[in-house]
């Protein structure tokens, strides 16, 4: 058989293309290359000789793992799995754009086979009988042009009065609550209506499912709007709603439209379940509507497929008004990529990938159905081809059924960040499961499950499933006492008040939220406010430096709170207790510590002054003792040979830690430095802990006398009926010299008064030297130096 040279060349450069771009591992060569496309994502000038194939693809490969490479780590988004049909499916756009430069006649033919093949497959595939089709980008494209035929339809005289005509009987669109949010929106401003022109029904709220339309409602808005002198229009019913997957009473809905006139439309992803062998009777009322949106690249991954609408029209004329079909051979070829996929595939292997996704839905629900603190809700537990599951526990006192309705509003929002982040969770760890986060009305913040729109996506399998379940089991017991232990975190913090305040945030998923409050007394507000943050800052980075299981954090990037430590998700094994105690010693260590800081500078200065003062005095002293004549330089030393005299200047020591300036006559006499007890003499804390050991777990045997909290030297002592002990061993100690060697931090000082009085004091070099002879190293003495 002949094939076209062009056509083998389309398919071999896809291929070429496919491989590039696919190559998330491919390194680039060194260079000037690597170079080019190091500063790929700035805009510049058209090259003016131009580029080949292959440098241009990979600037589009580098495009696209651009943010990973900036990272350098492979990013965490789920990625399409392109199989060989997803080829099919591009193949299609790149044989499109071959085949609409073929000679009209020829392009008329091939253009018309495509859409009859493809209309006939879809039509008979989805039972769908006599039905024809609209092929569009936009999924919300086809409900659009059904709604200008519907209007073309209802009103005559519409193709030649315009909207004119529409001001005497005013058409009314009608949409559930639970419909796909902005597609009321969207169609009256495509349509050019008002927004009074759209009806949003509510939903059951005593019989059936809270996801379905009120059809008795829907019924009495009808009646209330022709009364009104409006025009019923059209309906729209979901076979599956965007959240909960719940499906309306689509027969008792197309009965209502046949009595007052109305196009009925239906959308929704369980209408793929129209391929099946067995589709329950609520799934098969579909069928009878006047039109249906399908999507089949979602539910068998085939990618840029574009949507189609289903629908029933006996006058060609309005359908070609309406923009349903169209004159020109081109628009034709959208149907292209699904017409080559549709082949590809056959009707089995369709029928099967739909049917695999219904399987793992089944297989699921009835895992989940074994886990604790799992509610899951389903329309129909034998065919819901979506899940939707939650974390839920009881935190009052009073039983609620698991229900929203028995839980306080704040225990609601705390209930919604659980399972928020639990949603979260699980899309990081198994991102081939293709869960979501939804926010519905009635059950507040779940985790769906809708493999019919991503499992032939993303390639979800069984084991993907049990990936999934496993996690939960997981992270569940987790959450369960993490939620039983946060009232035990409130009052733990309660009774460090008021140096630690307890924050109120119901949106975070974690224990708690507490701000460490400074005691200084006197400082103006935004003093006070800088104190606030720096404390905390440096009090965060300590606490994420322990070895703990424990995260601690900033919270949510823009989250109410600022200056505060958000603590995460914690074990049932966690002492609460020994946590908010180590938080408070913590932030008093820090507190005091920058306290200390501020007072040992002032401290100092005043020290030195005083030195300075008390020296000068017992040179004028030693000056009227001595006389003017032992004061010169040769006269002075013969005289001091011939009658040495005893000096009455004594040395000075500076304590650091009582700040106090002591003369040195006792040590030289007792040859030992006296004064107020060294920071050596109370205990410190240990700075480590047993192999093995983590911080705030509660001992096995219960005998943890000796608190962990030791390990990180805070300014406390924790006594078992939890009262607190100040200890002074808040910084590292401070080591004391011995008469033998008091080289020691405290005595850096005395040296640098000495030499600012350096030249009162020359003179009497010699003579100390000589009159007070001291070991080696004692150089505490500071009447000659």
Same mark, same amino acid.
């Not at 190559?23 to 496309?37: I, Y």
């Not at 895992?367 to 329309?379: D, N, Q, R």
């Not at 979800?460 to 369960?480: C, H, I, N, R």
């Given at each position: ?34 170079q080019?496309?190091?500063? /790929? ?18 600037l589009?490969?580098?495009?696209i ?25 591009l193949? *299609? ?8 430069v073929?000679?009209r ?6 253009t ?7 209309t ?33 339809a ?12 529409? %001001?005497?009987?005013?058409p ?10 902005g ?6 401003s ?18 059936? /499912?809270?996801?379905? !339309? ?23 019913a ?8 719940h ?15 109305m196009w009925?439309?239906?959308e ?14 609520a ?8 039109s !249906? ?6 539910w ?35 149907a ?6 549709l ?17 793992? %839905?089944?297989?699921l629900?009835q ?5 604790a ?24 006192a ?13 225990e ?9 982040w ?6 990081q ?7 979501d986060?939804?926010?519905? @009305? ?9 493999p ?36 035990d975190?409130?009052e ?10 307890? !924050?109120? @945030? ?6 708690g ?8 007394e006197?400082m103006?507000e ?29 919270g949510?990037e ?11 998700m ?13 938080i ?8 005091? %510590? ?14 030195i ?11 004028? @002293? ?18 001091n040979?011939? /009658? ?41 804390? %240990?700075s480590?802990?047993?192999? *093995? ?19 990180i030297?805070?300014?406390? @002592? ?10 002074? /061993? ?27 009085s ?5 003179q009497?070099?010699?003579e ?18």
């Amino acid at each position: 058989m002949m094939v076209d040279s062009t056509l083998t060349q389309v398919g071999k450069n896809l291929s070429e293309a496919m491989r590039i771009l696919g190559d998330g591992q491919r390194e680039l060569e060194v260079g000037t290359e690597r170079q080019r496309f190091s500063r /790929s994502s700035i805009p510049g000038p058209l090259q003016g000789d131009g580029q080949d194939v292959a440098a241009i693809l990979h600037l589009v490969h580098n495009l696209i793992h651009e943010e990973e490479e900036e990272e350098d780590k492979p990013s965490q988004h789920r990625m399409q799995n392109v199989g060989e049909q997803g080829h099919m499916a591009l193949l *299609g756009h790149s044989l499109a754009a071959y085949i609409s430069v073929l000679d009209r006649e020829r392009l008329r033919k091939l253009t018309t086979r495509i859409l009859s093949d493809t209309t006939l497959w879809l039509c008979r595939l989805f039972r769908y009988e006599n039905g024809s089709a609209y092929f569009h980008e936009d999924d919300r494209d086809g409900l659009v042009k059904v709604c200008r035929l519907v209007i073309n339809a209802r009103y005559e005289e519409y193709a030649s009065e315009g909207y004119a005509v529409l %001001s005497f009987k005013q058409p009314v669109i009608y949409q559930s609550a639970s419909g796909r949010p902005g597609l009321g929106q969207h169609l009256c401003s495509q349509l050019g209506l008002p927004l009074s022109s759209l009806c949003t029904v509510p939903c059951n709220t005593i019989f059936g /499912s809270q996801h379905q !339309m009120d059809v008795a409602l829907l019924d009495k808005l009808i009646k209330e709007d022709i009364e009104a002198g409006k025009l019923p229009l059209l309906l729209i019913a979901n076979a599956g709603t965007p959240g909960a997957g719940h499906t309306d009473k689509l027969a008792r809905l197309k009965d209502l439209c046949d009595q007052y006139s109305m196009w009925f439309h239906v959308e929704g992803v369980n209408l793929a379940t129209l391929a099946l062998g067995q589709v329950t009777s609520a799934i098969m009322a579909a069928n009878r509507s006047d039109s !249906m949106t399908l999507t089949p690249g979602q539910w068998l991954g085939l990618p840029a497929v574009t949507a189609v609408t289903l629908y029933r029209h006996e006058d060609p004329a309005l359908s070609l008004a309406a923009g349903l079909t169209s004159s020109q051979p081109v628009a034709k070829l959208r149907a292209l990529p699904l017409w080559l996929s549709l082949q590809y595939l056959g009707h089995n292997g369709i029928v099967q990938k739909i049917k695999h996704a219904a399987t793992l %839905s089944q297989q699921l629900l009835q895992k989940l159905k074994t886990l604790a603190s799992i509610k899951t809700s389903v329309e129909d537990e034998l065919s819901s081809p979506v899940v939707l599951f939650k974390f839920s526990q009881e935190m009052s006192a009073a039983s609620s059924g698991g229900s929203v309705d028995g839980y306080c509003a704040g225990e609601k929002e705390v209930l919604d960040a659980f399972n928020r982040w639990l949603g979260e969770q699980l899309v990081q760890l198994v991102p081939t499961s293709g869960v979501d986060v939804v926010e519905l @009305e009635d059950e507040g913040t779940c985790v769906r499950f809708s493999p019919l729109l991503t499992a032939a996506v993303l390639g979800t399998q069984q084991g993907d499933v049990e990936a999934l379940v496993e996690k939960l089991s997981e992270l569940v017991p987790v959450m369960s006492s993490t939620m039983c232990l946060r009232q035990d975190f409130r009052e733990e913090t309660h009774r460090h008040s008021p140096s630690l305040i307890y !924050m109120e @945030e119901p949106s975070w998923p974690g224990l708690g939220v507490v701000r460490y409050e400074p005691q200084a007394e006197g400082m103006d507000e935004s003093r006070r406010k800088q104190e606030l943050e720096k404390i905390n800052t440096e009090l965060l980075k300590k606490l994420q430096d322990l070895d703990t299981d424990i995260t601690f954090s900033t919270g949510p990037e823009f989250g109410t709170e600022e200056d505060c430590i958000f603590v995460g998700m914690v074990t049932e094994d966690v002492d609460v207790s020994e946590l908010v105690d180590t938080i408070a010693a913590l932030g008093r260590d820090i507190e005091e %510590s920058g306290r200390l800081l501020e007072n040992m500078t002032e401290v100092v200065r005043k020290g030195i002054l005083e030195a300075e003062i008390q020296l000068q005095k017992a040179n004028e @002293e030693k000056l009227m003792e001595e006389g003017v004549i032992r004061q010169l330089p040769l006269v002075g030393s013969v005289l001091n040979w011939f /009658s040495p005299v005893q000096s009455s200047v004594k040395g000075r020591t500076f304590n650091l830690a009582a700040g106090s300036l002591d003369s040195t006559e006792v040590t030289y006499s007792t040859k030992a430095q006296t004064g107020r007890p060294s920071l050596q003499d109370t205990p410190s804390s %240990s700075s480590k802990k047993l192999p *093995g050991q983590r911080l705030f777990r509660r001992s096995v045997a219960g005998s943890d006398s000796f608190s962990e909290t030791s390990s990180i030297g805070q300014a406390e @002592e924790i006594t078992r009926d939890g009262s607190t002990t100040p200890s002074r /061993s808040i910084h590292p100690p401070i080591s004391q010299p011995a008469p033998e060697d008091l080289h020691s931090a405290s005595n850096v000082f005395p040296e640098k008064i000495s030499e600012s009085s350096e030249p009162m004091q020359r003179q009497e070099e010699a003579e100390v030297a000589s009159e007070e002879r001291q070991p080696e190293g004692q150089e505490m003495e500071q009447s000659g130096r």
